[in-house]
T-cell receptor
Framework: AQSVSQHNHHVILSEAASLELGCNYSYGGTVNLFWYVQYPGQHLQLLLKYFSGDPLVKGIKGFEAEFIKSKFSFNLRKPSVQWSDTAEYFC???WGGGNTPLVFGKGTRLSVIA | NAGVTQTPKFQVLKTGQSMTLQCAQD?????MYWYRQDPGMGLRLIYYSASEGTTDKGEVPNGYNVSRLNKREFSLRLESAAPSQTSVYFCASHRFSGANVLTFGAGSRLTVL
């Protein structure tokens, strides 16, 4: 079955530290890739997405992600985190672009401390 | 424009009771989804409806039924609730099936005692 793996369950960083959250997906051909964020007590919101083109995509709030096809990866990065980035981050993949729903990873909880 | 509206926001049930979670979207979206979110498990797809009149099972459909009542509404029913169904349930939608951006509802927190 197609699957999405997020390597880190919980990451704790100090403000201004750099962030990289890993995401790998199982092989399955053409993919569309997403990162969603869930702030405490809120519903999921789209952070960024990749469908095609430049493999380095930029999202909201200074986040970016790089699609590396050979590694089946779509890692999320931010050069300098803020306390307000404390949230849970979910990687999600859609295979084929057809009638296949998104498959989500298990999520990474990010805690940013002052 | 309300987006995706879920009701109720909170519910406590006893084992064996039944209930229906309601979801409605006002964005003229074709596809609708029900996910459940559990700690350390991420979001898992229960059922989805790629278009009005169709429904399909997701990863964890056992113990649930769905109805796509019309283009706007997609309900999730628990016929005989079990403690394992304690979870936060999210409804989501998007315009076309497949690669498109999901809009999520605020979630429904269900506790089964």
């Amino acid at each position: 079955a197609q699957s999405v793996s997020q390597h880190n369950h919980h990451v704790i960083l100090s403000e201004a530290a750099s962030l990289e959250l890993g995401c790998n997906y199982s092989y399955g051909g053409t993919v569309n890739l997403f990162w969603y964020v869930q702030y405490p007590g809120q519903h999921l919101q789209l952070l960024l997405k990749y469908f095609s083109g430049d493999p380095l995509v930029k999202g909201i709030k200074g986040f970016e992600a790089e699609f590396i096809k050979s590694k089946f990866s779509f890692n999320l990065r931010k050069p300098s985190v803020q306390w307000s980035d404390t949230a849970e981050y979910f990687c999600a993949v859609n295979w084929g672009g057809g009638n296949t729903p998104l498959v989500f990873g298990k999520g990474t909880r990010l805690s940013v401390i002052a | 424009n309300a987006g995706v509206t879920q009701t109720p926001k909170f519910q406590v049930l006893k084992t064996g009771q039944s209930m229906t979670l309601q979801c409605a979207q006002d964005m003229n979206h074709n596809s609708m989804y029900w996910y459940r979110q559990d700690p350390g498990m991420g979001l898992r797809l229960i059922y989805y409806s790629a278009s009005e009149g169709t429904t399909d099972k997701g990863e964890v459909p056992n113990g649930y039924n769905v109805s796509r009542l019309n283009k706007r509404e997609f309900s999730l029913r628990l016929e005989s609730a079990a403690p394992s169904q304690t979870s936060v349930y999210f409804c989501a939608s998007h315009r076309f099936s497949g690669a498109n951006v999901l809009t999520f509802g605020a979630g429904s927190r269900l506790t089964v005692l």
